[in-house]
């Protein structure tokens, strides 16, 4: 196995609290921050992995302390330190980092 490390300023330099990743390759980060980041992991001519930004999503009003893809990758799942449930859905079909923000709701507890 072929080991580089990967350096990036992930969350403005707070604490990154989760790392998943979406089956068609891509990564998705949560932190102190609030913010959900969704990130292209690619292999270059090398073979070393590029890690590209794509996209961020804004909804939590604390730190985003777990994020997870679906089984299928069709959804995503956030999860805030003082409550929230999100779970995003892609924007378009097929469009997998491109996730629909204006129907961010956050779910607390008993709020369903």
């Not at 080991?3 to 089956?23: L, R």
């Not at 992991?41 to 909804?59: F, I, P, R, Y």
């Not at 089984?71 to 330190?81: K, R, T």
Request: overall charge negative; glycine content about 10%; hydrophobic content about 40%.
């Amino acid at each position: 196995m072929k080991v580089k490390i990967v350096q990036h300023v992930w969350h403005s330099k707070e604490a990154v609290f989760s790392v998943d990743f979406h089956p068609a390759g891509y990564m998705v980060t949560g932190g102190l921050d609030k913010t959900i980041n969704i990130w292209d992991v690619a292999a270059d001519e090398d073979g070393s992995h590029v890690v590209t930004h794509l996209t961020d999503l804004q909804g939590h009003t604390k730190g985003v302390n777990c994020v997870r893809f679906s089984h299928s990758g069709h959804c995503l799942a956030s999860s805030g330190d003082n409550g929230e449930i999100i779970i995003w859905k892609p924007a378009a079909p097929g469009a997998a980092p491109a996730f629909d923000t204006s129907a961010a709701t956050p779910q607390t507890p008993g709020s369903a």
